[in-house]
């Protein structure tokens, strides 16, 4: 066989694995969307205090796994529990006036209690007065009449004079007896406004009393607001993890002070992650949610993993930028956006354990397979 035999022959062979490549590639690209704008997400939860004060002790290394509510920052608490002894004694002190206040109104009661019975004894008097009075009114009033009798008697000569003089004393004393008796009514009346009046005074005390035992209960519920939160304000200077992951990224140190809301760390959680792929906005016509996806993780060759579509953002990636473009402005320059797309993974893959939030990947969407 000849060169130009030779030449001729593989000539074709390269045409033809050219033309067999190009149609694979074809048909895979008329299959999948593929993009290398991608790379492993997950979230990253920060660490920060909700009170201030000097790190006391840190309960962790760097890069360390912690679970949910493990202790990761003491806080020096000594002004802390100050404030909660100061809360537990203003309590103390306002519950004892709020007793104070309450023995006040059962005093006050008890007083008004025997007032009334006071008003009520002396409202008796009144009414036996009452009737003495009119009991020596009818004496009185017969020893009148008897005497007048007997005066005309004794003009005619019809009645010895001793027995005009016992009728006339008997007049008088009769008077005497109505005249005590309308003194004794007086006497009782005045006995009921006088305990009427103290009743009311005492009705006057209880109600201020009561008034008292309102701004006590009020004062003692603030009392326990604030003890409460002296509490809880001291629960804080534990710092817990808000997660399960791994603690990264430590900008502390033991005896620096520290300010509410202060970045601390940052745990990092590796229990639930995701790709985010960013695809250009031509990409997205046969796209759907629950479309079969590959991811190839750059930092473990040619291992892959598996996961689906999860969802679409609300808007593309330069929307979300801090200087978002402007195409009014007169220079405008068509650019392809790009809209990140969540891709969920399968966690069952032996891959998933070693992920990091960060890694650059590469995806191929399936548009075929759901």
Same mark, same amino acid.
């Given at each position: ?13 390269? !045409?033809?694995?050219?033309? #067999? ?17 991608? +790379?492993?997400?997950?979230?990253? *939860? ?26 990761? #920052? ?10 909660? &002894? ?23 009661? &008890?007083?008004?209690?025997?007032? +009334?019975?006071?008003? =009520? ?14 009991? &020596?009114?009818?004496?009185?009033? @017969?020893?009148?009449?008897? %005497? ?15 027995? %005009?003089? $016992? ?9 005497? /007896? ?19 009046? /103290? ?23 603030? @009392?326990?607001?604030? !003890? ?27 005896? =620096? ?42 930092? %473990?060759? *040619? ?8 969802? #679409? ?50 995806? $191929?969407?399936?548009? =075929?397979?759901?």
């Amino acid at each position: 066989m000849n060169t130009k035999t030779l030449i001729r022959v593989g000539g074709v062979i390269i !045409l033809v694995a050219a033309l #067999f490549f190009g149609y694979t590639e074809f048909r895979y690209l008329q299959r999948y969307e593929t993009t290398d704008d991608a +790379q492993i997400d997950g979230d990253v *939860d920060p660490v920060t205090p909700k009170v201030g004060g000097y790190i006391k002790a840190i309960r962790f290394k760097d890069n360390q796994s912690v679970k949910e509510g493990d202790t990761l #920052f003491v806080i020096d608490d000594a002004d802390y529990r100050i404030r909660v &002894a100061q809360a537990e004694a203003a309590l103390q002190s306002a519950q004892a006036a709020a007793g104070v206040s309450r023995t006040n109104v059962s005093v006050a009661a &008890a007083t008004i209690q025997s007032s +009334q019975a006071g008003v =009520q004894t002396a409202r008796n008097q009144v009414a036996a007065a009452q009737a003495n009075v009119v009991a &020596a009114q009818a004496r009185a009033r @017969r020893a009148n009449q008897d %005497f007048e009798r007997y005066q005309r008697l004794l003009a005619e000569k019809t009645v010895p004079q001793q027995q %005009f003089d $016992a009728i006339q004393a008997e007049r008088d004393a009769a008077q005497a /007896q109505l005249q005590a008796a309308q003194a004794q009514l007086q006497t009782a009346q005045s006995q009921v406004n006088a305990a009427s009046s /103290q009743t009311g005074v005492t009705s006057s005390q209880r109600r201020t009393t009561e008034s008292q035992i309102s701004v006590a209960q009020a004062t003692v519920k603030q @009392r326990q607001t604030e !003890l409460d939160l002296a509490k809880l304000q001291l629960s804080y200077t534990i710092v817990r993890a808000p997660a399960t992951g791994v603690v990264s990224k430590r900008s502390v140190q033991v005896g =620096q002070l520290i300010q509410p809301g202060q970045a601390l760390c940052s745990v990092v959680g590796n229990s639930n992650l995701w790709v985010t792929a960013n695809f250009k906005e031509t990409q997205l016509n046969q796209m759907q949610i629950g479309q079969v996806v590959t991811i190839d993780v750059d930092a %473990f060759g *040619d291992q892959k993993l598996t996961g689906h579509v999860g969802s #679409f953002a609300g808007a593309t990636g330069a929307k979300f930028s801090l200087l978002p473009p402007d195409n009014a402005t007169g220079n405008y320059v068509k650019v392809v956006q790009r809209v990140p797309v969540r891709i969920e993974l399968d966690k069952n893959s032996p891959l998933y354990a070693k992920l990091r939030p960060g890694l650059s990947a590469n995806v $191929a969407v399936d548009l =075929q397979g759901k």
